[in-house]
């Protein structure tokens, strides 16, 4: 059997050492390629059609044949932009973090241990720091200061 090529051994290694990441580096790497393209795609709506224009075409409020888009090529790429790479992004987001919760439930993990396993890893002591003793119910509650009562009207024209 003939030998995989050297790049295709690279992609293989780059892709199973990417499941041992934690979710934060994961999600990074994932995502910066694509908010990259998309802040060109931006900055050149923004150079193109203005900057509220570009807004409106990406948020899918002005369709890119409105009568304020100037360019239909830069409109289009935007309106695309909007209608998949947007919509891709956040569910990406939410599916990776609804995929970890679901992963800690199998595991039987629970809130307390998940903290716990946190403060282990980040060098922290297990026990809160000891609040003060909470006041004695013997003491009565303080008592807001009263204030002197006026002598005259509310305006002080009478101390005059």
Do not use: C
Request: avoid cysteine.
């Amino acid at each position: 059997m003939k030998p995989k090529p050297r790049w295709i051994q690279f992609l293989i290694r780059y892709w199973a050492g990417r499941l041992t990441l934690p979710f934060p580096v994961l999600m990074l790497m994932d995502a910066l390629p694509i908010l990259f393209l998309l802040a060109v795609v931006l900055l050149i709506g923004g150079g193109l059609l203005g900057w509220r224009v570009t807004y409106d075409v990406l948020a899918l409020n002005t369709s890119p044949y409105g009568h304020d888009v100037k360019n239909r090529g830069a409109g289009w790429l935007i309106w695309l932009t909007g209608w998949l790479a947007v919509p891709s992004v956040i569910g990406a987001l939410a599916g990776e973090a609804i995929g970890h919760v679901v992963e800690r439930r199998q595991t039987g993990t629970t809130v307390k241990q998940a903290v716990a396993k946190l403060r282990e890893e980040l060098g922290e002591p297990q026990q809160p720091p000891s609040l003060p003793p909470p006041a004695s119910p013997q003491q009565p509650p303080p008592t807001p200061p009263q204030q002197p009562p006026n002598s005259g009207t509310a305006s002080g024209a009478d101390n005059e």
